[in-house]
Protein backbone atom coordinates (compact mmCIF):
# COMPACT_ATOMS: atom_id res chain seq x y z
CA UNK A 1 0.00 0.00 0.00
CA UNK A 2 1.49 3.03 -1.07
CA UNK A 3 1.62 6.09 1.19
CA UNK A 4 2.35 9.68 0.87
CA UNK A 5 3.15 11.29 4.40
CA UNK A 6 3.92 15.41 4.24
CA UNK A 7 5.55 17.59 6.53
CA UNK A 8 7.07 21.47 6.55
CA UNK A 9 4.30 23.54 6.43
CA UNK A 10 3.14 26.41 8.25
CA UNK A 11 2.69 30.36 8.75
CA UNK A 12 5.16 32.54 7.47
CA UNK A 13 5.57 36.33 6.35
CA UNK A 14 6.23 37.08 3.03
CA UNK A 15 9.19 36.88 1.34
CA UNK A 16 10.05 33.68 4.06
CA UNK A 17 10.89 30.42 2.66
CA UNK A 18 9.60 26.65 4.09
CA UNK A 19 10.87 23.23 2.78
CA UNK A 20 7.97 20.92 2.40
CA UNK A 21 9.07 16.95 2.69
CA UNK A 22 7.14 14.22 1.35
CA UNK A 23 8.06 10.70 2.61
CA UNK A 24 6.87 8.03 0.51
CA UNK A 25 6.39 4.19 1.09
CA UNK A 26 4.65 0.97 -0.05
CA UNK A 27 6.57 0.68 -2.97
CA UNK A 28 10.01 1.03 -4.91
CA UNK A 29 10.26 5.32 -4.78
CA UNK A 30 12.91 5.65 -7.55
CA UNK A 31 10.37 3.78 -9.94
CA UNK A 32 7.29 6.89 -10.46
CA UNK A 33 7.22 10.57 -10.94
CA UNK A 34 6.27 12.53 -7.67
CA UNK A 35 4.36 16.00 -8.00
CA UNK A 36 3.53 18.93 -5.57
CA UNK A 37 -0.15 20.05 -5.88
CA UNK A 38 -1.72 22.55 -4.08
CA UNK A 39 -5.38 24.06 -3.17
CA UNK A 40 -6.31 27.32 -2.17
CA UNK A 41 -9.99 27.58 -0.74
CA UNK A 42 -12.54 28.19 -2.96
CA UNK A 43 -10.14 26.87 -5.88
CA UNK A 44 -9.35 24.01 -7.89
CA UNK A 45 -6.40 21.62 -7.30
CA UNK A 46 -3.32 23.14 -9.13
CA UNK A 47 0.15 21.77 -10.24
CA UNK A 48 2.69 23.06 -8.87
CA UNK A 49 5.91 21.46 -9.49
CA UNK A 50 6.56 17.76 -10.81
CA UNK A 51 10.02 15.72 -10.84
CA UNK A 52 10.33 12.69 -12.77
CA UNK A 53 11.32 8.91 -11.30
CA UNK A 54 15.09 9.48 -12.38
CA UNK A 55 15.05 13.37 -11.07
CA UNK A 56 16.59 14.40 -14.02
CA UNK A 57 13.30 15.78 -15.26
CA UNK A 58 11.55 18.51 -13.32
CA UNK A 59 8.49 20.82 -14.14
CA UNK A 60 7.33 23.93 -12.31
CA UNK A 61 4.08 26.17 -12.60
CA UNK A 62 4.59 29.52 -14.37
CA UNK A 63 3.52 31.24 -11.08
CA UNK A 64 6.32 29.40 -9.22
CA UNK A 65 9.16 28.92 -10.98
CA UNK A 66 12.23 30.37 -10.16
CA UNK A 67 10.88 30.75 -6.26
CA UNK A 68 10.10 26.95 -5.84
CA UNK A 69 12.62 24.26 -6.64
CA UNK A 70 11.59 20.23 -6.37
CA UNK A 71 14.11 17.93 -5.87
CA UNK A 72 14.10 13.79 -4.46
CA UNK A 73 16.12 11.72 -2.18
CA UNK A 74 16.13 7.81 -3.19
CA UNK A 75 17.96 7.01 -0.30
CA UNK A 76 15.42 8.61 2.20
CA UNK A 77 12.58 7.67 -0.18
CA UNK A 78 11.22 11.96 -0.08
CA UNK A 79 10.94 13.99 -2.20
CA UNK A 80 11.28 17.85 -1.39
CA UNK A 81 9.97 21.61 -2.19
CA UNK A 82 11.95 23.99 -1.24
CA UNK A 83 10.12 27.68 -1.29
CA UNK A 84 11.55 30.78 -1.56
CA UNK A 85 10.39 34.72 -1.95
CA UNK A 86 6.89 33.12 -0.63
CA UNK A 87 3.72 35.39 -1.38
CA UNK A 88 0.40 35.60 -0.02
CA UNK A 89 -1.30 33.48 -3.32
CA UNK A 90 0.84 30.98 -2.61
CA UNK A 91 -1.63 29.72 0.76
CA UNK A 92 -2.92 27.20 0.29
CA UNK A 93 -2.87 23.07 1.08
CA UNK A 94 0.14 21.47 -0.32
CA UNK A 95 -0.52 18.13 -1.30
CA UNK A 96 1.86 15.57 -2.48
CA UNK A 97 1.69 12.98 -5.34
CA UNK A 98 2.20 9.74 -7.19
CA UNK A 99 0.85 7.49 -9.99
CA UNK A 100 2.05 4.78 -12.23
CA UNK A 101 4.25 7.40 -14.93
CA UNK A 102 7.77 7.74 -14.64
CA UNK A 103 7.21 11.04 -16.27
CA UNK A 104 5.76 14.33 -15.21
CA UNK A 105 1.90 15.04 -15.72
CA UNK A 106 0.04 18.41 -14.60
CA UNK A 107 -2.83 17.22 -14.62
CA UNK A 108 -4.03 16.04 -10.74
CA UNK A 109 -6.29 12.47 -12.52
CA UNK A 110 -3.22 11.32 -13.15
CA UNK A 111 -2.25 10.16 -9.66
CA UNK A 112 -3.52 7.59 -7.82
CA UNK A 113 -1.90 8.19 -4.44
CA UNK A 114 -2.30 11.36 -2.80
CA UNK A 115 -0.80 12.66 0.89
CA UNK A 116 -2.56 14.27 3.24
CA UNK A 117 -1.78 17.68 2.54
CA UNK A 118 0.34 20.21 4.82
CA UNK A 119 -0.89 23.97 5.25
CA UNK A 120 1.10 26.42 4.17
CA UNK A 121 0.02 30.44 4.98
CA UNK A 122 1.96 33.20 3.91
CA UNK A 123 1.01 36.37 5.68
CA UNK A 124 1.55 40.11 4.43
Known amino acids: QVQLVESGGGLVQAGGSLRLSCAASGRTFSTYAMCWFRQAPGKAREFVSG????????MYAESVKGRFAISRDGAKNTVYLQMNSLKPEDTAVYYCATGVSVFIRNSSSQYSYWGQGTQVTVST
Open 51 to 58: ISASGSST
